[in-house]
């Protein structure tokens, strides 16, 4: 057997942990979203049920793994050496795909992904191999194509049945119990936590555990020939099981049916999608096995077709368990799982907050047909009959910003409604991504329940329409990518295999940084002290200030510097760092200042007032500052003409001048002793005179053709941000002064 064989078994392992670890990054969201989004349990809690979901459905994945091996092409028309190969370009893939979504927080499809790698690899190779023996075959000798097209066209149609389903029963659930539903919930709560559980119970043992030793074929006929029967006898059990805990032992039932569904999706996540990720593995050790057992009977391996892949699978329960084990500490450790559930959150949130996506045509398009057909509904609509429907719509206050994302009932809709259409989905033998389901379903279920309000409707719906884009590219990026990966190795041979892992190594690095930064992003965007009365917001404008002011004189002061001297990458760090501040108070005043000033408690009108004007003017500074870098680095960039020295005395006199005013005024606030702001007038009037003085020499030069248009336009432009920066700047120090003033 040649030793390269042992090595492509080695770097499918390699690949099969990895692809774990991002897989389950991806996947985590189908049974996390909705115990996250309700904060049914401390996170310890939901992570604990959704492990042990994890480790047994695990354990019993072995009758899933048969898809790797023969689920989109015939392995007795590939030899030994073309299926390894196949199976390494699908791994290679995978790996590297899976975590680019994970990366940019994107819930995808593991199984849509395999799929597609395992087709486009299985093509490519059958057309390599027709071209190098030059054969006349047909590729559907190869390629089981009725077999992948039903896969496409049952995961396709499930996106829009999931949307509808969920949005309909979340319309009808909200209108039975309100969002006041403690009350309802006494007497109906019972019968909902058993319909709810029967359909998870349903869910858990025909889609979660179907297909492995766990229940045996004599045991499901008996399922199929009796489900409507079994059906009725659970509903009876759990409605009394249910009625009983809430009743007599003040159990709350909700909790219970939300982590009985967590667990049962987290079950037939690890049973059914284990094979996405070590499936590839276990299929290219299997025919690693048989070929040295051929070899070791005199037989030649370049000779050997993989015909016995379509043989009965047997998995050692070892690589299950080893399986099982790395996808919880996955489950546990993984920041970019935390990012891919974070992105469904929020787009099914009730309420507003920092939007993670902006507005599209599309999106706006969506909205406004969507306000047209409401607004027709509501002119037909009874007016009791509106008055009844707003009644059971209307919202219970926020109290804090740590509340849950939205309430137990939306949550066990979710769950019930994924495990019911899964179920249904199973039984008639259609195949259907967890993935679609889940995230389709939370989707229906916002959008019905009015989370996606005037507020936040273009956003949310940007994301979502992002996310389907997503699972289409999935598709097409995996089947694509895969042949190219296949072709390369059947090319290339061990030279490409070391290649390629060099690669995936890269990459892994790559992206790994990108989600630092962009995790640092999201943070900034949302790290703010919860303020909840008026001496903690006065001294929190105040230390915020001195930190802020700080950093914008130093941004600008480099920024003069970086003219100068022509200085490009001080220049292109400049302009990160600004435009980082400016989206920073940008976001502060579109999502924080309204909801801080309905958390204080006993504030006057006044502080509020001046509180306003202060992020107002903070966001004024750093959008001046903002376009004073960007276009210094677009100038200086372009490989445009420096400043002269007449125009860097003029410019470094203004801002020299606005430089001194601040650091003044960062130093009265060090001192909490705002005094001798009167006496900075006459520095004030100097930077004015400064500015005129600067803007009428440069006119001149311009005159004179002395100074290009370029440079003319990029000098007037920093200029007149500078007279906005300590315009802004003396309104700023106004401000504070009466803001602390009102705490003395």
């Not at 001046?610 to 500052?625: N, V």
Request: aromatic content about 10%.
């Amino acid at each position: 057997m040649d030793s390269i064989y042992i090595v492509i078994v080695l770097v499918l392992l390699a690949l099969a942990a990895m692809d774990l670890v991002v897989g389950v990054a991806n996947d985590a969201v189908n049974f996390l979203n909705s115990s996250i989004g309700s904060k049914v349990a401390p996170m310890w809690v939901i992570l604990t049920v959704a492990s042990v979901g994890v480790i047994i459905g695990a354990m019993f994945s072995t009758g899933m793994m048969e898809i790797a091996r023969s689920g989109v092409f015939y392995p007795e028309k590939f030899t030994f050496a073309s299926i390894m190969m196949l199976f390494l370009a699908v791994m290679i893939t995978d790996v590297i795909l899976l975590d680019v979504f994970n990366t940019f927080g994107l819930p995808t499809s593991t199984t849509v992904s395999l799929v597609f790698e395992l087709l486009g690899a299985a093509v490519a190779v059958a057309l390599f191999t027709i071209w190098q023996n030059n054969e006349t075959v047909d590729l559907a000798e190869y390629i089981n194509t009725a077999k992948a097209l039903k896969i496409i066209s049952g995961i396709f149609v499930s996106v829009l049945i999931s949307f509808v389903v969920g949005s309909v029963v979340m319309y009808i659930s909200r209108l039975i119990f309100s969002f006041n539903y403690k009350k309802s919930f006494q007497y109906l709560g019972a019968i909902w936590g058993g319909i709810a559980l029967t359909a998870i119970a349903y869910f858990a043992i025909l889609k979660g555990l179907k297909g492995t030793t766990l229940i045996s074929k004599e045991a499901l006929v008996y399922l199929d020939q009796h489900t409507g029967l079994i059906l009725l006898y659970t509903f009876a059990g759990m409605t009394a099981l249910m009625a009983l805990l809430q009743h007599l032992f003040k159990v709350k039932i909700l909790t219970i049916i939300i982590l009985a569904g967590t667990s049962a999706l987290a079950l037939s996540f690890a049973g059914n999608d284990l094979v996405n990720f070590i499936g590839v593995f276990m299929a290219g050790k299997s025919s690693f096995d048989i070929a040295s057992a051929f070899a070791a009977q005199g037989g030649d391996i370049n000779q050997l077709y993989m015909g016995s892949l379509n043989d009965v699978v047997v998995v050692d329960w070892r690589y299950l368990f080893g399986a099982g084990v790395i996808m919880v500490l996955a489950l546990w450790f993984s920041k970019k799982a935390k990012s891919v559930t974070k992105t469904e959150v929020n787009l099914s949130r009730q309420g507003e907050g920092v939007e993670q996506f902006s507005s599209t045509k599309a999106s706006r398009s969506l909205v406004r047909n969507a306000l047209n057909i409401s607004k027709f509904i509501n002119y037909i609509t009874p007016v009791k009959v509106k008055s009844f429907i707003e009644s059971r719509f209307k919202p219970l206050e926020k109290k804090q910003s740590g509340d849950p994302s939205f309430d137990m009932i939306r949550a066990s809709v979710n769950l019930t409604v994924a495990a019911a259409l899964i179920s249904m989905g199973t039984s008639l033998k259609l195949p259907l991504s967890t993935t679609y389901v889940t995230f389709m379903v939370a989707m229906g279920s916002a959008l019905a329940d009015r989370a996606w309000g005037r507020e936040s409707a273009v956003y949310r719906i940007t994301g979502v329409l992002t996310v389907i884009s997503g699972w289409f590219l999935t598709a097409f990026v995996a089947f694509s990518a895969s042949a190219i990966v296949a072709l390369i190795l059947m090319i290339g041979g061990i030279y490409a295999i070391i290649g390629l892992i060099i690669l995936v190594v890269a990459l892994l690095i790559q992206f790994a940084i990108v989600h630092k930064k962009r995790e640092a992003r999201e943070e900034q965007k949302t790290s703010t002290d919860i303020i909840t009365n008026e001496t903690e917001l006065i001294n929190s404008c105040s230390n915020e200030m001195e930190e802020a002011i700080s950093s914008m004189v130093r941004i600008y002061r480099s920024t003069i510097e970086g003219v100068s001297n022509e200085d490009r990458k001080l220049l292109n760090q400049l302009q990160r760092e600004a435009n980082a501040i400016y989206l920073k108070y940008k976001n502060r005043r579109h999502y924080e200042v309204v909801p801080t000033l309905k958390r204080i408690q006993g504030a006057s009108i006044e502080t509020e007032q001046f509180y306003i004007q202060i992020i107002d003017y903070f966001y004024e500074i750093s959008k001046a500052l903002k376009a004073m870098t960007e276009a210094s680095f677009t100038y200086i960039n372009d490989n445009h003409e420096g400043f002269s020295k007449e125009q860097m005395v003029d410019l470094k006199k203004l801002s020299e001048a606005v430089i001194d005013v601040s650091n003044e005024f960062v130093s009265m606030i060090q001192r909490w002793d705002y005094s001798e702001l009167e006496q900075l007038k006459a520095k004030r009037q100097l930077i004015s005179d400064l500015y005129a003085e600067a803007t009428r020499n440069q006119i001149k030069r311009a005159k004179s053709q002395t100074s290009g248009t370029r440079n003319s336009i990029l000098y007037l432009s920093l200029l007149n941000e500078t007279k906005l920066i300590a315009m802004q700047s003396s309104n700023l120090m106004k401000s504070q002064r009466r803001l602390v003033r009102l705490l003395k």
